[in-house]
């Protein structure tokens, strides 16, 4: 999806879009300065990424279901690179407005230690 945007010059576009910008699972990722992927059917291996500058404090985990793999990955996103991941339910969201968060559903908070 990153490269899709760089390819349409996008980036900046959204980066200075002053509006509401909305995102679910890889839409979600994006938003985030650099975003982490763990390993599933689709992606063999963990990999972080440069996503959009929009995200800065906390990382998120998008389709958890609680596995051991998904729960290990997290760990390592916090020992490395964020103080907070917000582990998102296919049943929840997170609404960042300024810097109010608000979680709606099911969303679990993993803090580092």
């Excluded at 509401?20 to 972080?48: C, L, N, R, W």
């Excluded at 559903?105 to 230690?113: A, C, L």
């Amino acid at each position: 999806m990153m490269l899709r945007l760089k390819e349409f010059d996008f980036i900046n576009d959204i980066e200075n879009f002053a509006g509401v910008i909305i995102g679910s699972s890889a839409g979600a990722m994006i938003q985030i300065s650099e975003y982490h992927i763990t390993p599933d059917k689709d992606y063999k291996i963990f990999t972080y990424n440069a996503g959009l500058n929009l995200i800065k404090d906390f990382d998120i985990e998008v389709h958890y279901e609680e596995t051991e793999t998904q729960n290990k990955y997290i760990n390592k996103v916090l020992g490395e690179k964020r103080e907070k991941v917000y582990a998102i339910t296919n049943t929840g969201g997170v609404i960042i407005d300024n810097k109010k968060i608000t979680l709606l559903g099911n969303v679990q908070t993993f803090s580092r230690q």
